[in-house]
């Protein structure tokens, strides 16, 4: 099988600071979810902060509009506002500060992804349970064995034919 494969319990187990170890790695794990989990939730509110001011400077210049626009049909002015609103949030969006901060964002829940990651292969090693990686590898060994018995299999009746000629 697999290169560090193993079913059955860990071969940590039988180490006596084996458990210690899984707890110090657990908590180093779960130190680097909060700092990440901290990180980005600065990254969203930075965001959210920035939308703010976009719907703040779209509703400011929609109801300047609003003010001179007195004799306007309401149709008229929802149009006048939804422009308004649209054109604002071009800017925002467009602009580089949102780009980097979308970006940023983005990474640090790349990071946080991995992270977990990290946190339920060190659960499960702790747990003696299969991890992740344990199974993907027992998956893709599995459909090599399936496809190495349907290519001998495809082969066979090849093979039969052969030697029944030659019998011949």
């Avoid at 680097?32 to 400077?57: D, G, I, K, N």
Wanted: proline residues 4%; aromatic residues 8%.
């Amino acid at each position: 099988m697999g290169a560090g494969l193993t079913v059955g319990p860990s071969p940590d187990s039988d180490r006596p600071f084996a458990q210690p170890y899984a707890a110090l790695e657990y908590q180093q794990i779960i130190q680097r979810w909060v700092e990440l989990s901290t990180e980005v939730e600065l990254r969203y509110f930075e965001l959210t902060r920035r939308f703010a001011e976009v719907r703040r400077q779209a509703d400011l210049e929609t109801f300047e509009y609003l003010a001179s626009a007195v004799g306007d049909d309401p149709a008229t002015l929802y149009d006048a506002w939804i422009d308004r609103a649209e054109r604002a949030y071009a800017q925002l969006a467009h602009g580089d500060g949102f780009a980097q901060s979308l970006g940023e964002l983005v990474n640090l829940l790349s990071k946080l992804k991995i992270e977990r990651a990290k946190l339920l292969e060190s659960l499960c090693r702790t747990l003696d349970l299969p991890s992740r990686a344990e199974i993907d590898t027992l998956h893709r060994r599995v459909r090599e064995l399936m496809q190495e018995s349907q290519t001998s299999s495809a082969r066979a009746p090849r093979s039969r034919k052969r030697r029944e000629r030659r019998r011949s």
